[in-house]
């Protein structure tokens, strides 16, 4: 089973212009993610060499305009202490991200390098602010538009943080429950479960003095270079602010899968992914179940974004069969764009679909709704279930179309992105 003449990944629907044999492209082979680290990955000068690419150069000093910052020193001749403010950090660390994955495809525009992209990897994913990052490679939003986001994002995180004292603390080893229970016992927020042995606890100064002084068993602490208690109820006041953007935000579906910090799954859509965006800055990050999600869909290589090293490493040891690359200079290009080539998926862009696929946004049990072949699907429809023993996701059609044909039964085990059922799109929607 396998996609012939595959179009546009937009979980969980696939945008397809025609099948003979659905499944086998996405189930053998080499599969290829990009991800994208969060604040705290960066460190003085970590810039400094892409500034030799001419292109890298010209699009920074172009996105430096877009956020009101001045992004070439601060990527090169900022110190420590000027970087860890959030309102800087965290427009930094996108851009660099997109500016070096404009760079992996040896493209002579680079804006066209970053719209081909998502057409040659299996799956997009970022860490906390990297999911900016992760959106944009994925097409979701704009590069612009996800500097404009990040630099708002990073203004009312900083804003937010300014309120109170707080923190985070990174905790390594121990029983990840028992380290988890420390945190709640002790008024903590356990903000980032990044598995692989490491939970951040977040909160206020004296909460996290008293995590320092009554340590889990068998764990040491690392306190982070951040400036607030981020994905906290701490940073509810930031919500509230992206919230007042959002609406006017423009979006598309993603053009490969895209996972959420919130819980690993494959988004659903735009506008979803907005959504998860805003809400995640006070919600905590998932990173392990993100992980599980890229063992899930069989992913075999990733390349870590720059400022890149802390997720290959979490990566390594989670998963580690698992080939990683951290892009950390231009020197790392030659060997990433031979991953890529290696495990590279051929998919071209398309705005007039045939047909659809309404794909699993997680791995489980599939139950199909009352929805039978040759019913008319309105947008917005649930057409089954993936269902857990710990939780159920809704698989929903996000445009109208017709039902044809089912391509995974009753209480069929799947994994995410697999074909769940196909729809022909109604002519207002292939129009």
């Known amino acids: 089973m396998g996609f012939?003449?595959?179009?546009?990944?937009?979980?969980?629907?696939?945008?397809?212009?025609?099948?003979?044999?659905?499944?086998?492209?996405?189930?053998?082979?080499?599969?290829?993610?990009?991800?994208?680290?969060?604040?705290?990955?960066?460190?003085?000068?970590?810039?400094?060499?892409?500034?030799?690419?001419?292109?890298?150069?010209?699009?920074?000093?172009?996105?430096s305009a877009v956020v009101d910052l001045d992004l070439v020193h601060l990527g090169t001749k900022a110190d420590a202490e000027e970087i860890k403010d959030t309102a800087v950090t965290q427009p930094l660390i996108v851009a660099a991200g997109l500016a070096a994955a404009a760079s992996l495809l040896e493209e002579s525009n680079p804006h066209d390098a970053l719209a081909e992209l998502p057409h040659h990897i299996a799956a997009a994913a970022g860490h906390s602010v990297g999911e900016l990052t992760a959106s944009a490679i994925a097409g979701v939003?704009?590069?612009?538009?996800?500097?404009?986001?990040?630099?708002?994002?990073?203004?009312?995180?900083?804003?937010?943080?300014?309120?109170?004292?707080?923190?985070?603390t990174a905790v390594l080893g121990g029983d990840p429950q028992e380290v988890t229970a420390k945190i709640a016992e002790l008024g903590l927020t356990a903000a980032n479960i990044n598995g692989a042995g490491q939970i951040v606890a977040a909160g206020t100064t004296e909460e996290l003095a008293a995590l320092a002084t009554d340590t889990p068993a068998g764990s040491r602490l690392r306190p982070l270079a951040v400036a607030g208690a981020f994905h906290t109820e701490h940073m509810a006041p930031a919500v509230g602010r992206l919230r007042e953007l959002a609406p006017g935000i423009p979006v598309r579906d993603p053009r490969t899968r895209l996972l959420s910090n919130a819980d690993g799954k494959v988004v659903q859509h735009g506008p979803q992914m907005l959504d998860r965006l805003v809400a995640?800055?006070?919600?905590?990050?998932?990173?392990?179940?993100?992980?599980?999600?890229?063992?899930?869909?069989?992913?075999?290589?990733?390349?870590?974004?720059?400022?890149?090293?802390?997720?290959t490493g979490l990566i390594?040891?989670?998963?580690?069969?698992?080939?990683?690359?951290?892009?950390?200079t231009p020197d790392d290009l030659p060997a990433a764009r031979d991953l890529l080539a290696r495990h590279r998926h051929e998919i071209e862009p398309t705005t007039v679909p045939s047909w659809r696929i309404l794909v699993a946004p997680i791995s489980g049990l599939f139950e199909k709704a009352d929805v039978a072949v040759g019913d008319d699907v309105p947008?917005?429809?649930?057409?089954?279930?993936?269902?857990?023993?710990?939780?159920?996701?809704?698989?929903?059609?996000?445009?109208?179309?017709?039902?044809?044909?089912?391509?995974?039964?009753?209480r069929d085990p799947v994994s995410p992105g697999q074909p769940l059922a196909r729809l022909h799109p109604s002519p207002e929607v292939a129009s």
């Not at 939003?141 to 985070?168: I, K």
């Not at 995640?280 to 990733?302: F, Y």
């Not at 390594?316 to 950390?328: C, H, Q, W």
């Not at 429809?381 to 009753?410: F, M, N, P, S």
């Open 316 to 328: 390594r040891r989670a998963l580690p069969d698992v080939e990683t690359l951290a892009l950390k």
């Open 379 to 410: 947008a917005g429809t649930v057409i089954g279930r993936v269902v857990t023993k710990r939780e159920t996701a809704e698989v929903v059609a996000v445009h109208r179309g017709t039902l044809v044909e089912w391509l995974a039964e009753d």
């Open 141 to 168: 939003l704009s590069a612009e538009a996800a500097l404009v986001l990040v630099r708002e994002r990073g203004r009312a995180m900083a804003q937010a943080a300014r309120l109170r004292d707080t923190g985070m």
């Open 4 to 63: 012939v003449g595959l179009i546009q990944i937009g979980a969980p629907e696939l945008v397809v212009a025609r099948s003979d044999d659905i499944g086998r492209d996405r189930q053998a082979g080499d599969v290829l993610a990009i991800v994208a680290p969060g604040q705290g990955a960066q460190t003085p000068g970590f810039l400094t060499p892409w500034l030799d690419l001419p292109a890298v150069h010209d699009l920074l000093t172009w996105w």
């Open 280 to 311: 995640q800055v006070a919600a905590p990050v998932r990173w392990d179940q993100c992980m599980q999600t890229l063992a899930a869909l069989g992913v075999t290589a990733v390349i870590e974004l720059p400022p890149a090293g802390t997720l």
